[in-house]
Each structure stands twice: as structure tokens, then as C-alpha cells.
Antibody, heavy 118, light 108 residues
């Protein structure tokens, strides 16, 4: 069965960077894009960007341009999302989700809580 | 950027029908997906491509999409349907994903 398993919770200081991983299993890794979505406590879902695992193409929401980088390691079927210059406003649960273009996000990771605090 | 607007909350009695709207400019020309999210859990896809139900999703969940409004309908509402619901589309003009503002469904 398809699974996306994310790395554990992180605590970071303002100005630091964080990298969250998303390990895929149960399907051929390079046949679907990986998207990243975040959710601050009590808030809605916020789409951050996508990565074509096969071509390495990426697309980021304008809000995160210049601060987010999405990468992957196909040898271990793992996608990564790195967010830099963290502030308290980046405290949120970060999810990876499998989806390509206008196809739905059918599978989601369990979420990774990133807390930014001095 | 493309904006999807949902009502913040919908309240419904058990056994009745809940309708959640998702408004967007000419949304009828896009494929709309709906997700259910319970506290502390990842979102779950309940309707894809306007009206398709993934395997395992009860027939009580249905969707429609036309003009400037997409609608998720939950028939014969149960206490376990209490959750936050989000609509989502892909804005192909910008190649970005867009989520609606979210609707909290409360079962009275």
C-alpha cells in the first residue's frame, strides 16, 4: 500500500533553516509529483509547492519563493523540503502529499511539527 | 492569484444533509477535490474531480461543480462526520495548488 512517512518534529531558532523528509513506499517513486502543504495551529491548509520527482522541476507558491527548496533522492525514494530564514510565523505542521498537476492529493504523510522559538 | 472561498462553519442535525460550498472564479472549468480533516490528523480525500469518490468513502459524500461554485454534499449526516473540510484546485495558469479557506462542520 502507498505510504508517505515523514521525519520527526523539529524545534528551531528564528533565522535557522529546517529540512523535512518524506519517504515514499508502495509505488514507483518517480511517477508522481510530491507537494508540500503546511498548517499553522488552528488555521487552514496552505499549499507551498511541488516537485516533479522524475524531472526535478519545481514550482513554489509566491509566498515562499526564495526561502523554500524542494529536492529528492530517488535512490531512497525520499523527498525533502527545506525552509530557510525561519520566523515564529513558520511554526506549523508540514505535510507532504502525492499528487500531479490537477490530480488530487490522494496520499498524505502524517505531518511534521516544526516549532520556531527563541 | 486564484482564491477559493468557503463558509467558515456549517451546522447540521444528525440524519440531515450538509452542503458546503466552494466559490471561485469560473471554478466549473476546473477539477475540484475535497478533503476531510479531523483534529490531529492528516487530510483525507473524500471527493476527487468534482464528484468521484475514492475507494472506501461512503456514498453519503457527493460533489458537484458548475459556474462559480462547487458543492460538497454530505447526506444522512453522522456524528463522526464532524470535521474540517477543504476544497482544492490546481491553478494551471500559474501551476500552483490552491486550497479553500476551510469549513468546520458541526453535528448538532
Amino acid at each position: 500500500q502507498v505510504q508517505l512517512v515523514q521525519s520527526g518534529a523539529e524545534v528551531k531558532k528564528p533565522g535557522a533553516s529546517v529540512r523535512v523528509s518524506c519517504k515514499a513506499s508502495g509505488y514507483k517513486f518517480n511517477t508522481y509529483d510530491i507537494n508540500w502543504v503546511r498548517q499553522a495551529t488552528g488555521q487552514g491548509l496552505e499549499w507551498m509547492g511541488w516537485m516533479n520527482v522524475n524531472t526535478y522541476s519545481t514550482g513554489y507558491a509566491q509566498k515562499f519563493q526564495g526561502r523554500v527548496t524542494m529536492t529528492r533522492d530517488t535512490s531512497i525514494s525520499t523527498a525533502y523540503m527545506e525552509l530557510s530564514s525561519l520566523s515564529s510565523e513558520d511554526t506549523a505542521v508540514y505535510y507532504c502529499a502525492r499528487g500531479t498537476g490537477d490530480l488530487p492529493f490522494e496520499y498524505w504523510g502524517q505531518g511534521t511539527l516544526v516549532t520556531v522559538s527563541s | 492569484s486564484y482564491v477559493l472561498t468557503q463558509p467558515p462553519s456549517v451546522s447540521v442535525a444528525p440524519g440531515q444533509t450538509a452542503r458546503i460550498t466552494c466559490g471561485g472564479n469560473n471554478i466549473g472549468s476546473k477539477s475540484v477535490h475535497w478533503y476531510l480533516q479531523k483534529p490531529g490528523q492528516a487530510p483525507v480525500l473524500v471527493v476527487s474531480d468534482d464528484s468521484d469518490r475514492p475507494s472506501g468513502i461512503p456514498e453519503r459524500f457527493s460533489g458537484s461543480n458548475s459556474g462559480n461554485t462547487a458543492t460538497l454534499t454530505i447526506s444522512r449526516v453522522e456524528a463522526g462526520d464532524e470535521a474540517d473540510f477543504y476544497c482544492q484546485v490546481w491553478d494551471s495558469s500559474s501551476d500552483v495548488g490552491v486550497f479553500g479557506t476551510g469549513t468546520k462542520v458541526t453535528v448538532l
